[in-house]
């Protein structure tokens, strides 16, 4: 399975950004996906997921903020992150996740600033 993300950049507070994650290979072995991030001397957190019956989970501090959702056709996922607060800068990791394995997309830097 292979993850390429897109979609970062720098925004103002209060901003909207989407990020996408295109997925190729093997996905039909996937059971869930979904997005981490991690900012500057911080661990990778988990920001976003939706398994593979649709169901959504967010970090508490996200919520009404941001939504994950997916376009099967295109095998892709997004994340619309919407009333962007500076400590969501961060790099945002593509990930999903097969019965025993994790699979990583490349990071792709999100800044929010004035």
């Known amino acids: 399975v292979q993850l390429q993300a897109s979609g970062g950049g720098l925004v103002q507070p209060g901003g909207s950004l989407r990020l996408a994650c295109a997925l190729s290979?093997?996905?039909?072995?996937?059971?869930?996906k979904g997005w981490y991030r991690q900012a500057p001397g911080k661990q990778r957190e988990l920001v976003a997921v939706?398994?593979?019956?649709?169901?959504?989970n967010y970090l508490d501090s996200v919520k009404g903020r941001f939504t994950i959702s997916r376009d099967n056709a295109k095998n892709t996922v997004y994340l619309q992150m919407n009333s962007l607060k500076p400590e969501d800068t961060a790099v945002y990791y593509c990930?999903?996740?097969?019965?025993?394995?994790?699979?990583w997309g490349q990071g792709t830097q999100v800044t929010v600033s004035s």
């Open positions: 990930w999903a996740l097969a019965t025993t394995k994790n699979y």
């Open positions: 290979g093997n996905i039909f072995s996937l059971n869930a």
């Open positions: 939706i398994t593979s019956g649709g169901s959504t």
